[in-house]
């Protein structure tokens, strides 16, 4: 049952209603009839210390910690990360990560030097020469990139080098100076060797080559990913991903020619094999060794993997215009029709995607009319009303959802609708439209996005009154949470308090600092104190 629903409403959705199913409705005294009702103004403070000894998820601890280093509690984030730690077991898996975290995060917040402190404080070696290397990244991105090059060049690693070099460049050429980007993409290349670390390093000078108007060095490095993934394209790791960002890049730009190369490979290792089998079939029953060593070494083998299709589909579908989009989906169908591509869940998934995005509903259809199994079937027939809708043709996409017999499956399609229709500011069509959706869970998730909309257009009190109509719980938090970055503090305040309420902390933690300062650093203390 668990797998059958998995596959229905897909992983986000199906994990999200699930936790929000287990924790039920929202009790009868959370809305306007209770202690938080409209006009009274909380001690948001108070209530956050009293909510804090709530069991929360397993991620807990690093969104809080995230919490305190946006509000200037760096230090106070590392203890509650090394005291999570303390309580489990020391060097637990994710720990480690948990503190590069904490460096990005205090780069990306400003707090350059107590990044520089926290990367100091490590004391081991290897974990704090990973976290130089993000921390230079940030340097250069606050402007001061002869102090990032100074610290690239004092990086311990050898294979921490291209990294450091290749940070160092991108950042460098978000600001524009290109030269001095190509400069050091060139010093990261000359660091990298073989395998995983040379094909990061190759994409992202090829990108900044592209970026700053140099096709022809773009171009060499693309070759050069070529090369890579046809040295070691199936043994390679993540070689895949290096050539889909080579060939998404061309793509967008209406360059198909290495597409058709790797297509052209595929086809010919696919029919050499197919014509292989058949030949094996007409000598079953031999018993010639040597032939059948001979024929062993003889296999025709393309250096690339065939999933580099689909998930270049997935790469462009949103960015490419629509004539280079339909060029794709008849590569992709041809690709389908072949030995190559038969079969292919991903493929078929991916240019049915791709088709309805950019308008051709009748040809995703058909694909998904081919589909032999029910259960699949319905699920890809959902998703082409899912893109349908959030591609702007709501009007489309809600006449397709009469076509969806399963209640899950209407419920998948309109949530769509509804989000679309609400992110243009139909809020009126969007909440007549969201009660028409059969699961109960998911009529709640779909009012979220008209919570938003409401408030964007300047009807808060329309928008709480909204909110308050959600059952679930949990889900009536999370669209409080949406309510209180839109209101005027007072109101923010309470709804925040009655969110807390509902489903703890955790649920308002982005606009914490904004409406109560202090706010993180209080859960912080009340959390810590109860810990050995």
Known sequence: MMVEELAQWGPELYWTRA??????????????QGPLRSGAVPCLLTVLRLAAHRKAGSRADLDLALALVRAGRLARAVELVR??????QAGRPGTEGDLLRLVRAAGEAGDLDGARALVESLTDRALRDGALVDHI??????????RAADLARTVRYPHNWPRAWAGLAKAVADDGDFPAALGYAARADECAGRGAEAGRTLVTAMEIARAAGDHALAGTYADRVEDLVRREGRTGVGQRAFLVAVLASEVRS????????????????AAAKAAEAAAAGAREGGTDADVLCLTIRARPHSPFDARIVPELLAAVAET??????????????????SEAGRGSLALEEAVTSLLARHGQVDRALALV????????????????VEVLARSGDTDRAEALVRSLAAPWARSRALMAVVGELARRGETARAEALAAAVPDD??????????????????EPDRAEEVAHTIPHGGTRARALAVLVGASEPARARRLAARAVLLDGWTTVLDDLEEIAPGGALAIADEVLARRP
Request: hydrophobic share 45%; no cysteine; glycine share 12%.
């Open 369 to 384: 009319d081919r589909i032999v199994e029910p259960g699949l079937r319905a699920v890809r027939r959902t998703e082409v």
């Open 254 to 269: 209406g360059d198909l020619e290495r597409l058709d190369a790797v297509l052209r490979s595929l086809a010919r290792a």
């Open 441 to 458: 869970w998911a009529r709640g998730e779909a009012l979220i996005d008209v919570v938003g909309a409401l408030a964007r257009q300047g």
């Open 137 to 146: 990244a940030a340097v250069a991105r606050a402007g001061d990139h002869g």
């Open 83 to 88: 005291s999570g730690a303390d309580r489990s």
């Open 19 to 32: 936790r929000e199913q287990r924790l039920g409705l929202a009790p009868p005294g959370s809305g306007d």
């Open 320 to 337: 490419a215009d629509r004539e280079t989009a339909l060029a794709l989906a008849d590569r992709a169908e041809d690709l389908l029709r």
